[in-house]
């Protein structure tokens, strides 16, 4: 079953999200001028008031949502498309992303990063419609990443999990970690301070 445990247990997160990490560099994300910078712990601009994010925080992210192969993941805020592309070779094979961004100009810097990579058939992107959050067609999903500080729980992307889905995103500059539970009250934890654009819709 696509992202069950193995028999020697749950596969460890940090690991993959390193291999994954490995497997599609920063730099391919980045301006040609700030490439020299890639391995460089910062957040890093790639126009239009837009910064690629510090590889520490993206790395806390996605250890903290666990996207296993054969989910299908919302990537709220995609920007340059890196954690687009790290959520897809993570949910290889047999998942899929759905990367949402609500400035056209870095949305399509982003499908171009994501083109100069090759065919992603486990990739769609979209720019966001104004008042809605996420992208509710592509419902439900097994995650959702959100790189964007909201004001408050964002429960518009929360009712787009499965029952038993995932959410990882700042909330008042605190990082959330939402799971719901089937027939019981989500599971709430904090994990850390950072710094985000903020969410809007």
């Known amino acids: 079953m696509p992202g069950s445990d193995t028999a ?76 687009t592309a790290l959520l897809a070779h993570l949910t290889a094979p047999g998942g899929h992303v759905t990367g949402v961004e609500i400035l056209p100009e870095v949305l399509a810097l982003g499908a171009r990063h994501l083109a100069a990579l090759g065919p992603s058939p486990g990739v769609d992107l979209h720019e966001a419609r104004p008042g809605v959050l996420g992208w509710p067609e592509g419902a439900p999903y097994d995650r959702v990443l959100v790189s964007a500080d909201a004001e408050h729980v964002p429960l518009a992307l929360v009712e787009q999990l499965t029952p ?33 654009v903020p969410l809007v819709s």
């Open 8 to 83: 020697e247990g749950p596969a460890d997160p940090r690991a993959r999200v390193a291999a994954a990490m490995a497997a599609v560099p920063r730099e391919h994300f980045l301006p040609p001028d700030q490439r020299r910078f890639a391995g460089v712990d910062r957040a890093l601009p790639i126009g239009h008031d837009v910064t690629n994010s510090q590889p520490s925080t993206v790395r806390a992210m996605l250890e903290l949502l666990d996207p296993r192969p054969g989910h299908r993941v919302l990537d709220v805020g995609c920007g340059s498309g890196w954690t």
């Open 164 to 196: 038993d889905g995932t959410f990882v995103g700042p909330v008042r500059g605190r990082m959330l970690r939402i799971r719901r539970q089937p027939g019981a009250e989500p599971l709430v934890d904090e994990h850390g301070r950072y710094v985000f």
